[in-house]
């Protein structure tokens, strides 16, 4: 099992937003603001989306955008296109073990 | 352009060893922290170690202290990631993935992926 919880997938029609969730505990999503978000198409290397919670990389379409509340952290992707169909996962530092966890992953669909 | 570029896939038998390479290109490996995760089929990453190429050091993830090494050749750019005592629930995409500067550990988020290898144990 991953150590934080992601749904499986998330659908949205074109020009839409949608919001992907991943829920972790006081040990990491919780108290540290370490946060990254991932975008990944099979075949090809994962893409950093999303640092330190909320964070764009250069490069990165300001239609991602991240949060967090609580033990949750959130991406959210507005204006929802073609291209963004791919699997999307989370990322935090965290003091139970390991210094990273990771999520199950989302797929995202673009219906 | 900033890449980093792995070996090909392995197929391996149960109890035996596989090393996998990442060579990094466009940057200077000995600046950036140099991490491994890994993804089974249908589970999420898990991250294996990390290794600082500027001078050797490394953490592993408990789970695979003593069965995971980590190396670096600075001539040539290449890190490398030895299993050993390999299982069939070893079987997996591996990943290289460029942390932070290597001046200092921070918990950075990984921003240069290697494009992933297959690793399959079975006998």
């Known amino acids: 099992q991953s150590a934080l919880t992601q749904p499986a997938s998330v659908s949205g029609s074109p020009g839409q937003s949608i919001t992907i969730s991943c829920t972790g505990t006081s040990s990491d999503i919780g108290t540290y603001n370490y946060i990254s978000w991932y975008q990944y198409h099979p075949g090809k290397a994962p893409k950093l989306l999303i640092f330190d919670v909320s964070n764009r990389p250069s490069g990165v379409s300001n239609r991602f955008s991240g949060s967090k509340s609580g033990n949750t952290a959130s991406l959210t992707i507005s204006g929802l296109q073609a291209e963004d169909e791919a699997d999307y996962f989370c990322s935090s530092y965290a003091t139970s073990g390991t210094p990273y966890v990771f999520g199950s992953g989302t797929r995202v669909t673009v219906i | 352009q900033e890449q980093l570029l792995q070996s090909a896939s392995e197929v391996k038998k149960p109890g035996a060893s596989v090393i996998v390479s990442c060579k990094a290109s466009g940057y200077p490996l000995t600046g950036y922290y140099l991490n491994w995760v890994r993804q089974a089929p249908g589970q999420g990453l898990e991250w294996l170690g990390w290794?600082?190429?500027?001078?050797?050091?490394?953490r592993y993830a408990q789970k695979f202290q003593g069965r995971v090494t980590l190396t670096r050749d600075t001539s040539t750019t290449t890190a490398y990631m030895d299993l050993s005592r390999l299982r069939s629930d070893d079987t997996a995409l591996y990943y290289c993935?460029?942390?932070?500067?290597?001046?200092?550990?921070?918990?950075?988020?990984?921003?240069?992926w290697g494009q992933g290898t297959m690793v399959i144990v079975s006998s």
């Open positions: 993935a460029r942390g932070g500067y290597s001046t200092s550990w921070y918990p950075d988020s990984f921003d240069v």
């Open positions: 290794i600082n190429p500027s001078n050797g050091d490394t």
